[in-house]
């Protein structure tokens, strides 16, 4: 099992997920990208590290990793946010053989929740670059915006448009996207009602890209698990070990739906 952080956040996030995991029986590996907590070099001013070194280097080495540590046991990728979108950056794609996406997208501002996007879009495309530019990386962790970030990846996220390829020089655009389509895992993608960046929308605008893939998409609601908010990041507080993410072990350890009335079309 391999765990892939959202942007922004540590992979200590992650430690009472993966240790609920291991206890299930799961070898489960949690890392930072590089530029982040204990990937982040002693000077991050000035780095250039992008989303897709994420992608394109650092899950893929997790993957090998992971691969030949056991090289007989089904491979399973549990991806938060961007870390659902990563995978499909991966020259070693194909050697998943599930995933779970949890809010999986890359903020595009047009699919962020109608009522907040005004809000998202001065916080992440205004004053996210703004701020990068003046110190060359984006100071989050000063601002409670999540931790720091590389200005690469700040800049990525500020700029990215409604086709992630064509942050890609022209020549890339094409196998960036064969890539995606050589993942071909069956995945379950989870949305909350109420996450403001991890909307049905964006959901399915990363489920387009893995067009090779058995995709189900679910739509959960607060309510489901009594509550009246979880938002973007509050499925892995380990409040939800005796709901969510007793849940979440049926899809990853025998490969079936666990909310199958919650299935929406994508």
């Known amino acids: 099992m391999i765990i892939n952080p959202a942007t922004g956040v540590l992979a ?31 000077r991050l001013r000035g780095c250039g590290y992008r989303w897709r070194d994420w992608g394109e280097q650092d899950f893929d080495a997790a993957l090998r990793y992971m691969r030949e540590h056991r090289p007989h046991a089904p491979l399973t990728v549990v991806g938060h946010s961007v870390g659902g979108f990563l995978p499909g950056l991966a020259g070693s794609a194909p050697l998943i053989d599930r995933m779970l996406t949890v809010g999986a997208q ?3 501002w047009r699919d962020y929740a109608p009522h907040r996007r005004l809000a998202l879009f001065l916080k992440w495309h205004v004053a996210m670059p703004a701020a990068t530019a003046c110190l060359g990386y984006f100071p989050g962790r000063r601002l409670g915006w999540l931790e720091d970030l590389p200005a690469g990846v700040a800049l990525e996220w500020s700029f990215r448009r409604s086709r992630f390829e064509r942050s890609h020089p022209h020549a890339e655009r094409q196998e960036a996207l064969a890539r995606m389509k050589a993942l071909k895992a069956p995945i379950l993608a989870v949305s909350v009602s109420d996450d403001e960046l991890g909307t049905v929308p964006a959901v399915r605008r990363t489920l387009g890209y893995y067009t090779n893939a058995q995709r189900t998409m679910v739509l959960l ?4 698990y009594g509550r009246q908010a979880i938002g973007h990041f509050n499925l ?9 993410w007793s849940d979440t072990l049926h899809w990853l350890r025998d490969g079936r739906n666990p909310w199958p009335a919650h299935v929406i079309d994508l």
């Open 12 to 42: 200590s996030y992650y430690h009472r997920y993966a240790r609920f995991l291991a206890h299930h029986g799961f070898d489960v590996l949690t890392y930072d990208y590089r530029g982040i907590g204990l990937s982040r070099p002693e």
């Open 221 to 224: 609601q607060p309510v489901d």
């Open 236 to 244: 892995f507080h380990d409040s939800h070990a005796s709901g969510f």
């Open 106 to 108: 890359y903020a595009w």
